[in-house]
């Protein structure tokens, strides 16, 4: 979602509607990143505990790999918002 700061809309519903629209985008995207952050610990957990816990480095290869694209397809999915937060020149 671009938000062009150069034409924004003056009807205040539209406004409050955007404002709301913002704010679940980055609520989904702070619950996101505590899912992936509990993904990182875990697979840090599985790496790094007791020896008889460890995993296959190629398991957590597998798991990285699989974490980077979750974080790929999350950071496509969600509005650019740091040119929103800008305030125009």
Do not use: C, W, Y
Request: hydrophobic share 35%.
């Amino acid at each position: 979602m671009q938000l062009d700061l150069t034409n924004r809309p003056s009807d205040p519903e539209l406004l409050q509607r955007l404002v709301r629209d913002i704010a679940a985008a980055i609520d989904h995207r702070d619950t996101e990143i505590e899912r992936l952050k509990s993904i990182i610990k875990q697979l840090q957990r599985m790496q790094f505990g007791r020896s008889s816990e460890r995993i296959d480095p190629d398991q957590l290869a597998l798991g990285l790999e699989d974490l980077d694209s979750d974080i790929g397809r999350f950071e496509e999915a969600q509005p650019n918002l740091a040119s929103e937060t800008k305030a125009p020149s």
